[in-house]
């Protein structure tokens, strides 16, 4: 068994108690970093500190951290940093427990960035449903600036900066970086046509630089201690430590934090093995969005991973036992994805919710023997042709279930009923009481109001 | 304004090589090619979302299949439309697109020429795998006079919402709700309150926006089309018109870019239901007693011609006419009854159009509506645009929030071009003048007069002599170099200036030595009884004239009148004989717009009984008067026009013909080309423009989203009518001087100005419309509303002399002093109070 190997965690593990308060913090160090970084580094030292760390981002697609910043042009005023905190892909909270036991290294890693590109102010975009987070993260950015680690002059330098905290109103696609963007303006979260990339135009079509909480909170390490410290953890192409949000049938879930590299049954240890010794099924490896796998001797890094046809994502691990109905999680899933799509562009609007109407035909025995293939090629209809990535999420995850675990798909088709006993559907079926707007019958109203209700 | 030197790449689509400019989109230059890529989302007058997924092309190297309306060209580009995995997506987006939508084509007004249905007929699925309920919604819903919504057949293009936003800024229509549940909507306590909202329902490329006036009317199969030109105001978009049987239907906007882009008003749109309205004049009247008798056309003409054979005799004419009409009543006063006494202009009495020839040689317009897009700076001095030139109005939007021009505007109220002005200068009624001699020289406005500059008027204040700031804005253009739109009001104004409707101008801008009367003069001399006859053509000075009871005297005690109308106007009843007219969709002739751009009007429908146009009458008087002008045709009226007309001399008229798609969507589904009908701008000592000298050139396509600053005027332009405020800054220049002259006084000045839709003849007769006319309101500076003690919705009485009328206050941005009366609206009759002094009393009622 292994060690967890504490960076972003560390204050959370080490003081369970206090961590999030500026005492601890300021006791711990905080800010020490961005008082070193603002005085003795250079913008330019510092892009290329972390560019030569290998510092990945965090939040999903793993884009290195130093070579996005050194997108942003230089002599463009003003610039921004966005810092997304709209953690929405289920099965991962790994941001919403950094923000809530560590502000201070949070805001810290924020002032940071923010200096390297040279914004003088940064928005931490919340996801609404962090109310804990967002009241630690608020009285956190009062108490930075009563210090004097936020405002004019940051640590007698020239270097000012504001953090605004603005939380979300809910919607899942306003986790990708353009559509933050247009619900922080105020408008319609959706996704916006890319290029221009944020780097060029993004927030109010400004340079704008959108980082993940976790991405940021490493920052103030890597300036502590360096870029080969930081090299010797993980693996060459993913160097660093990752946290991951272990869910599912495993005894003990909760956010694990270890090098990159490390495998999917090495982290199953760490989260106690699987519940009640049962047997393991499937497994998510990053977030609702990334296709199956059937067993769990894959190292976590974003290489080996992308390897096997999946993908580490955001870092959400859902292990699932021999009990679990694959039709479900498909249509658990689908339905999700049918939710939270903007309605934007075609594929992702029309095909979400026609496949959460046939997995719901196949799941209560209403499927046909056509079904599969046709499940199939609203998969492929999406994949590739949707305005932004959660119609290919959609896809991927509608297609790994369908493809690996096709004959469960046909039992339920031939036994007219779901083929099992129902031990695990309060869990996994928790949310297909919701209605993805398809069933709107007669639209009372203009609005259709009670869509959600 | 010179076209800029771009850079040519070599592309390869379907195998085919092609050099196109660098940056341009690829479903543009694949559709010049002769290959059409099936699209929903994107229209090329709109900026690209590539949210239908439709466009969707195979380009070698890049790892996913991209939309090729969101794609620019680049050098060496490998293009695939058609093989396997492009043709796949586009066949799994029909599927996807078809699976909620309800099918019923056979009760469509779109079936026949649906974007959907053709491209379902070329890429999509024949049967439908989808076996569950689809999305339902409440059918039809009336989202304004003008637009019904279905929103089952909606497709989510977001077409409406982008036109809405970007082009007319007036973000009525919007997305509601998410996911699946995405709806085309309307906000539930406004309706569609636009005065473009017509366009959406062209653009849509389902049937889920449709006209009130054209659901369920006819088939596209049973129409017949033609091409014509909007006879409303100036601008002189093209339009298809489509018949149905004998009975004109649906007018719909051609496609110019140097004029229209793609679009019209929805008074263009919708107004054209006063062709076969009830009261329309179908034979001729004599005067027998109190009333009339019908009489035939021959037996007319002969009772005309013998009353004007001799003494003194005036002609009116009205500003809807077209260029053959013009040169054929200059040519009866002129050559057959010889009086120097014609006029044509009516509502915007005394506009001094004939300033322009000391500077440019020509009457009108030195600029063209394209040398807006890029002007570095624009000049507006006139009435709002919006209300009576709203496709300039649209063009003057583009080219300050697209092309990045200033705009500078000289107003004594509030226009809806203030949210997007760089300068807004606010006047005394009448002070137009001075403030625009003090712009060349007041900071910072001076710093924002840039070449190329444009510098724009419009005569905006009946009753008053407007020629003043005409001059001062011309002496600031010459001073910068700048190019000029002179807008007359109307289709037929720049005709009737062209072929010398104008007691000081022969045709070709000649002047005359001895000028003879003009309006005013005549409609004066005629209620003096010092008129013989008066002949008025297309026109009703008692409705029309700033001063009605000088209209109406005039017309009571003329010798004799010979009225050319449409409809038994106020005019026209006190009339000794009455011509029937005819309409503009029955007609071959041409109208010249305010860019001095000639276009043609192919007829379609027939005129009722015995009408005629103008032209003929005239040609049939001077027959009876002994000038027999053997003219039978249009061709031998433009024989008559090259001869005479000096500016018209080379003008080849069979080269105007414009070309209309079989279906006006047609050019959409790709088995047609896209039109582009393009006339030539009148030749005049002034300078001939290079023929449709943008064909061909790219539209901006800048990428969603929109930029900030554009999103912050749409916020700033919602909700409506009566905007709040005005953001951009706001200077007091020159306002002094002369301009104490007209303030002083008791009561208001009067500042008069034309809506949109109000009482004239031709736009009333359409009932959608004319229930859309905002009735009798004043606006008030909020200063004077406060000494009056009334506020935004009270009833107050205006009086001037004998007249008293009642109004509802609007608080507006007006200067102190003043007060804002629209023209011609049901219960307010602006020209009387006009006619009474120019000033009212104002009172709470």
Request: charged residues 25%.
């Given at each position: 068994m292994i060690d967890e190997t504490y960076m972003v965690l560390k204050r959370a593990r080490e003081f369970?108690?206090?961590?999030?308060t500026l005492k601890r913090a300021l006791d711990d160090g905080a800010y020490d970093n961005l008082k070193k970084a603002v005085t003795e580094i250079s913008q330019a030292d510092l892009i290329e500190l972390v560019k030569n760390a290998g510092l990945r981002g965090?939040?999903?697609?793993?884009?290195?951290t130093g070579m996005k910043w050194s997108?942003?042009?230089?002599?463009?005023?003003?610039k921004y940093v966005v810092i997304?905190?709209?953690?929405?892909?289920?099965?991962?909270f790994k941001d919403r427990e950094i923000a809530e036991r560590d502000p201070h290294q949070m805001i810290e890693g924020i002032a940071i960035a923010a200096y390297a590109v040279g914004a003088n102010k940064a928005f931490i975009y919340c996801r609404g449903e962090f109310a804990l987070g967002s009241r630690r993260m608020d009285r956190a950015i009062k108490e930075a600036y009563e210090k004097g680690?936020?405002?004019?002059?940051?640590?007698?330098?020239k270097f000012d900066l504001d953090i605004v905290l603005h939380r979300g109103a809910?919607?899942?696609?306003?986790?990708?970086e353009s559509a933050l963007l247009d619900s922080l303006e105020g408008f319609r979260g959706q996704p916006r046509l890319k290029p221009p990339f944020p780097a060029i135009?993004?927030?109010?079509g400004q340079p704008t630089v959108v980082n993940n909480t976790e991405t940021v909170s490493t920052l103030p390490h890597i300036v502590a201690n360096g870029v080969d410290w930081f090299k010797g953890?993980?693996?060459?192409?993913?160097p660093g430590t990752k946290v991951f949000s272990v869910s599912g049938h495993v005894e003990r879930p909760g956010n694990y934090e270890v090098a990159y590299g490390t495998t999917l049954d090495q982290l199953l240890d760490l989260a106690g093995g699987m519940k009640d010794g049962k047997t393991l099924?499937?497994?998510?490896?990053?977030?609702?969005s990334a296709p199956l796998l059937?067993?769990?001797?894959?190292?976590?890094d974003f290489d080996s991973l992308k390897e096997a046809g999946t993908m580490l994502g955001s870092g959400a691990v859902v292990y699932m036992d021999e009990t679990t109905c694959m039709v479900r999680n498909a249509l658990v899933t689908t339905e999700f994805f049918a939710h939270e799509s903007?309605?934007?562009?075609?594929p992702c609007r029309e095909g979400t919710s026609w496949a959460v109407k046939v997995l719901r035909r196949v799941e209560s025995g209403?499927?046909?023997?056509?079904d599969m293939d046709l499940l199939l090629d609203i998969a492929n209809g999406m994949d590739g042709r949707s305005f932004c990535p959660l119609g290919d999420a959609a896809s991927w995850a509608l297609r790994s279930n369908v493809k690996l675990f096709r004959e469960e798909f046909e039992a339920h088709v031939r036994e007219g009923?779901?083929?099992?006993?129902?031990?695990h559907k309060e869990l996994v079926g928790a949310r297909s009481g919701i209605d993805t707007g398809i069933s709107q019958q007669g639209d009372e109203g203009l609005g259709g109001e009670d869509r959600l209700s | 304004m010179t076209q800029q030197q771009t850079e040519m790449v070599t592309v390869t689509i379907n195998g085919q090589q092609v050099q196109a400019e660098n940056g341009r989109l690829l479903i543009d230059v694949a559709e010049e090619m002769g290959i059409f890529v099936p699209r929903f989302?994107?229209?090329?007058g709109m900026k690209s979302v590539?949210?239908?997924?439709?466009?969707l092309v195979k380009v070698e190297g890049m790892p996913k299949l991209v939309p090729s309306c969101s794609t620019p060209v680049a050098d060496g580009m490998v293009v695939e439309t058609d093989t396997p995995e492009p043709a796949g997506a586009q066949e799994d987006m029909l599927e996807f697109l078809l699976i909620?939508?309800?099918?019923?084509c056979p009760i469509?007004?779109?079936?026949?020429?649906?974007p959907l249905q053709d491209q379902t007929y070329a890429?999509?699925?024949?049967?439908?795998?989808f076996v569950e309920p689809k999305r339902t919604y409440?059918?039809?819903?009336?989202?304004?006079?003008?637009v019904v919504l279905d929103?089952?057949?909606?497709?989510?293009?977001?077409r409406c919402v982008r036109f809405s936003d970007?082009?007319?800024?007036?973000?009525f229509i919007q997305l509601v709700d998410r996911g699946s549940g995405t709806q085309i909507l309307t906000f539930?306590?406004?309706?569609?309150?636009?005065?473009?909202?017509?366009n959406t329902i062209q653009i849509c490329?389902?049937?889920a926006l449709t006209a009130s006036t054209y659901r369920?009317?006819?088939?596209p199969w049973d129409l017949k089309a033609a091409p014509s030109v909007c006879?409303?105001?100036?601008?002189g978009c093209p339009t298809t018109n489509e018949s149905r049987g004998d009975k004109l239907v649906r007018v719909q906007a051609l496609p110019n870019e140097n004029v229209n882009d793609f679009w019209i008003c929805d008074k263009g749109r919708f107004?054209?239901?006063?062709?076969?309205?009830?009261?329309?004049?179908s034979t001729p009247l004599v005067r027998d007693g109190d009333d009339f008798r019908s009489a035939t056309w021959g037996e007319a003409v002969a009772a005309a011609a013998e009353k004007l054979g001799g003494g003194k005799v005036g002609v009116i004419a009205g500003g809807h006419l077209t260029t053959e009409d013009a040169f054929a009543i200059q040519r009866l006063a002129r050559?057959?009854?010889?009086?120097p006494h014609l006029d044509a202009?009516?509502?915007?009495?005394?506009?001094?159009?004939?300033?322009t020839l000391a500077y440019?040689?020509?009457?009108?317009?030195?600029?063209?509506?394209?040398d807006l897009d890029g002007a570095r700076s624009i000049v507006w001095v006139g009435p709002d645009p919006k209300e009576v030139l709203p496709v300039l109005y649209l063009r003057l939007r583009k080219a300050v929030l697209d092309g990045g021009a200033k705009l500078i505007v000289v107003s004594p109220r509030r226009l809806s071009?203030?949210?997007?002005?760089t300068h807004v200068i606010r006047c005394e009624p009448g002070g137009e003048a001075n403030a625009l001699s003090a712009l060349t020289t007041t900071a910072p406005v001076k710093d924002d007069l840039a070449a190329p500059l444009v510098a724009c008027w419009s005569p905006?204040?009946?009753?008053?002599?407007t020629g003043a700031d005409l001059d001062s804005l011309l002496k600031v253009a010459v001073e910068k170099d700048a190019r000029w739109l002179v807008c007359a009001p109307h289709a037929g104004s720049q005709g009737m200036l062209d072929m010398g409707v104008h007691p000081a101008l022969e045709s070709g801008y000649r002047p005359i030595d001895e000028p003879g009367m003009d309006t005013r003069a005549m409609l004066e001399a005629a209620a003096a009884g010092e008129l013989d006859a008066l002949i008025v053509v297309g026109a009703d000075p008692i409705s029309d004239f700033p001063n009605r009871n000088l209209a109406q005297a005039a017309m009571e005690k003329v010798g004799f009148s010979l009225v050319i109308e449409l409809f038994p106007t106020e005019t026209a009843r006190l009339a000794d004989v009455v011509l029937p007219s005819t309409a503009a969709p029955e007609i071959e002739g041409t109208l010249t717009n305010l860019e001095r751009r000639l276009q043609k009007l192919e007829p379609l429908t027939k005129s009722p009984g015995t009408a005629r146009e103008p032209w003929r009458a005239m040609a049939d008087l001077a027959r009876a008067m002994?000038?027999?002008?053997?003219?039978?045709?249009f061709a031998d009226v433009w024989a008559a026009i090259t001869k005479e007309v000096p500016t018209h001399q080379?003008?080849?008229?069979?080269?105007l013909a414009q070309e209309v798609p079989p279906?006006?969507?047609?050019?959409e589904s790709g088995t047609e080309e896209q039109p582009g009908p393009r006339g030539p701008v009148v030749a005049g000592p002034g300078g001939q423009y290079p023929k449709?000298?943008?064909?061909g050139a790219p539209f901006k396509?800048?990428?969603?989203?929109?930029s900030w600053e554009l999103r912050q005027f749409e916020a700033k332009q919602?909700?409506?009518?009566?905007?709040?405020?005005?953001?951009a800054p706001e200077e007091k220049v020159g306002a002094g001087a002369d301009a104490a002259a007209p303030m002083s006084g008791e009561g208001f000045v009067v500042y008069a100005g034309r809506q949109i839709?109000?009482?004239?003849a031709m736009v009333s007769r359409s009932s959608v419309l004319h229930a859309l006319s905002k009735g009798a309101f004043v606006e008030l500076n909020d200063e004077d509303a406060k000494e009056l003690d009334v506020t935004d919705g009270d009833e107050v009485t205006l009086t001037a002399g004998n007249n008293e009328m009642t109004a509802t206050v609007v608080i507006a941005d007006?200067?102190?002093g003043a007060v804002f009366v629209p023209y011609d609206q049901k219960g307010l009759r602006a020209n009387e109070l006009l006619g009474a002094g120019g000033r009212v009393k104002v009172a709470k009622a």
């Open positions: 369970p108690k206090d961590s999030w965090k939040g999903g697609a793993g884009f290195p997108f942003v042009p230089k002599d463009v005023f003003p997304n905190h709209d953690e929405g892909e289920p099965g991962t680690f936020l405002g004019k002059g940051i640590f007698g330098s809910g919607a899942y696609i306003c986790g990708e135009k993004g927030l109010y953890f993980g693996t060459e192409k993913s099924k499937a497994i998510i490896p990053g977030g609702a059937t067993h769990a001797d894959y190292a976590l903007c309605g934007k562009c075609t209403e499927g046909r023997q056509e009923r779901c083929t099992f006993d129902g031990e | 989302c994107y229209h090329p590539a949210v239908c997924r439709m466009c909620n939508h309800p099918l019923d469509c007004d779109r079936g026949g020429e649906c890429h999509g699925p024949g049967s439908s795998r409440e059918k039809a819903l009336d989202i304004s006079q003008l929103r089952e057949r909606c497709v989510l293009c977001w970007e082009v007319a800024g007036d973000r539930s306590d406004e309706p569609f309150d636009s005065y473009f909202s017509g490329p389902v049937g369920f009317v006819s088939r006879s409303y105001c100036s601008v107004g054209f239901h006063y062709v076969d309205a009830k009261d329309r004049l050559k057959t009854i010889k009086t202009r009516i509502q915007d009495d005394g506009a001094a159009y004939e300033r440019s040689g020509v009457v009108g317009s030195t600029a063209t509506i394209n071009l203030d949210a997007f002005a905006a204040n009946p009753g008053r002599e002994d000038d027999d002008w053997k003219w039978t045709s080379d003008l080849d008229v069979a080269a279906s006006a969507l047609q050019y449709g000298h943008r064909s396509t800048a990428s969603w989203p929109l919602r909700p409506g009518h009566i905007p709040d405020a005005p953001e839709y109000d009482e004239g007006i200067s102190k």
